[in-house]
């Protein structure tokens, strides 16, 4: 069984046809059995969508229930959304929630970090489908 090192660092590349890659990097000190699954899944290809600065999956392999689920998240924070199945990736506020605050539709388990910070990307990548791997050193 894959296990997630704490001295390994695992970027994942969300590749998207005629877009720039988005890059994340993976963290398992919240919700260290869905990093693991999500590692396990890789590769995978998803639909995205795109609702306010937030990009979300279609329903990907993961089967995960809340693990240290957060309300609230922070801002560049990817998360897996136990209710619909889904990968979250959060560029800034939600159409939901307080001034200030990013709030996803219900609790997420945040499993990373997105490196690549140019939200112009929310304006191409609703609709598209894209995929997930492991980035190739």
């Known amino acids: 069984m894959l296990k997630l090192s704490k001295f390994m660092k695992h970027v994942v590349e969300i590749k998207i046809p005629s877009l720039p890659s988005i890059l994340f990097e993976l963290d398992d000190s919240n919700s260290p059995k869905t990093v693991n699954d999500f590692l396990l899944a890789l590769p995978f290809t998803v639909d995205l969508n795109v609702w ?73 990548v609703d609709g598209n489908r894209a995929e997930f791997s492991l980035q190739s050193n």
Do not use: H, R
């Open 52 to 124: 306010g600065d937030e990009i979300y999956s279609s329903k990907s392999p993961i089967a995960q229930p809340e693990e240290n689920a957060k309300q609230l998240v922070s801002l560049y924070d990817v998360a897996y959304w136990p209710t619909g199945k889904a990968i979250c990736l959060f560029f800034g506020p939600t159409p939901i929630g307080n001034p200030g605050e990013i709030t996803p539709a219900s609790a997420v388990n945040v499993i990373g970090k997105i490196m690549t910070t140019d939200k112009t990307i929310l304006d191409n």
